[in-house]
């Protein structure tokens, strides 16, 4: 079990640009694969994005369209969610969640059992 605390969150302009970090307190995401999750006003359980143990499998979900990127840092033992063309729609909470499994269903929440406490992102028009 790993403890994640999530930060960048804040409030942005439409077309702007966030950069949210995932990091482990008192640990290491060494060894996780780790996913990001929103909730929405329109969505309870949106996957984001997923990236395994080694930084070279990553899927995003369907509304990201090139605008998200997803990356690793082993050495700090964080992962960023670079996020760019903000849309008034990617308003929500935005948590993160790792597993030691780096197989299938990377995009169901249940499958993760380490969570952070999630970071607010709002989207100006």
């Known amino acids: 079990q790993v403890q994640l605390v999530e930060s960048g969150g804040g409030l942005v302009q439409a077309g702007g640009s966030l950069t949210l970090s995932c990091s482990a307190s008192?640990?290491?995401?060494?060894?996780?694969?780790v996913a990001w999750f929103r909730r929405t006003p329109e969505k309870e359980r949106d996957f984001v994005g997923y990236l395994d143990k080694n930084g070279g499998r990553r899927y995003y979900g369907d509304f990201v369209k090139g605008r998200f990127i997803f990356s690793r840092d082993n050495a700090k033992s964080t992962v960023h969610l670079r996020m760019y063309d903000l849309k008034p729609e990617d308003t929500g909470v935005y948590t993160c969640?790792?597993?030691?499994?780096?197989?299938?269903?990377?995009?169901?929440?249940?499958?993760?059992?380490?969570w952070g406490q999630g970071t607010q992102v709002t989207v100006s028009s």
């Open positions: 969640g790792a597993r030691l499994d780096d197989g299938y269903y990377y995009n169901i929440q249940s499958m993760y059992d380490n």
């Open positions: 008192g640990g290491t995401l060494s060894g996780y694969a």
